[in-house]
T-cell receptor, first 112, second 115 residues
Framework: SQKIEQNSEALNIQEGKTATLTCNYT??????LQWYRQDPGRGPVFLLL???NEKEKRKERLKVTFDTTLKQSLFHITASQPADSATYLC???????????WGAGTKLIIKP | GAVVSQHPSRVICKSGTSVKIECRSL??????MFWYRQFPKKSLMLMAT?????????EQGVEKDKFLINHASLTLSTLTVTSAHPEDSSFYIC???????????FGPGTRLTVL
């Protein structure tokens, strides 16, 4: 069955450093992968989408890579700020009616 | 753009009552809406997918008679939790896709507590 893994332990990063989150998947070949941010008690907010034929995507301080050989995506936040503290979810597409398969998310804590 | 609202944001009800949650796309037409349930520190669990004007498609293990979904228009979908029990207490989130289909826009979620 399709499986997505994100580091379940919280990631603590010092302000100003680069935070890197990992999303691994198995038994699957998605056409695209997405990253979302979720704050406590709120719905997820879309951040970036990267397609299978793209190696890297950037948006301001965010960068996403997609390695279909390793079946892995890395999500980077450069010059991290305390306001970046949140849970970050990765999601992969399916062939069924645009449904997504979700990782459990990684909690990121940026310390001042 | 692409704003999705959900109402109510928080509801507390007695066991046995029914609760309706509304999901609206405010500035776009949502051809497909999704309903999720989320437990603390767990991933989003898809409950059902609904397309405007047709019956919702429920995921395995989700009781369609208990979680009634109506997608009457391109901007509104409702989830009714019927005869709610304490185990139905959870965070319910809706999302919608527009023409692009790939990206989902989420509502703020509804915290349901059944006493």
């Amino acid at each position: 069955s399709q499986k997505i893994e994100q580091n379940s332990e919280a990631l603590n990063i010092q302000e100003g450093k680069t935070a890197t989150l990992t999303c691994n998947y198995t038994n699957y070949s998605p056409a695209y992968l997405q990253w979302y941010r979720q704050d406590p008690g709120r719905g997820p907010v879309f951040l970036l989408l990267i397609r299978e034929n793209e190696k890297e995507k950037r948006k301001e301080r965010l960068k996403v890579t997609f390695d279909t050989t390793l079946k892995q995506s890395l999500f980077h936040i450069t010059a991290s700020q305390p306001a970046d503290s949140a849970t970050y979810l990765c999601a992969l597409d399916t062939d069924s009616n645009y449904q997504l398969i979700w990782g459990a998310g990684t909690k990121l804590i940026i310390k001042p | 753009g692409a704003v999705v609202s959900q109402h109510p944001s928080r509801v507390i009800c007695k066991s046995g009552t029914s609760v309706k949650i509304e999901c609206r796309s405010l500035d776009f037409q949502a051809t497909t809406m999704f309903w999720y349930r989320q437990f603390p520190k767990k991933s989003l669990m898809l409950m059902a997918t609904s397309n405007e004007g047709s019956k919702a498609t429920y995921e395995q293990g989700v009781e369609k008679d208990k979680f009634l979904i109506n997608h009457a228009s391109l901007t509104l979908s409702t989830l009714t939790v019927t005869s709610a029990h304490p185990e139905d207490s959870s965070f319910y989130i809706c999302s919608a896709t527009g023409r692009a289909k790939s990206e989902q826009f989420f509502g703020p979620g509804t915290r349901l507590t059944v006493l």
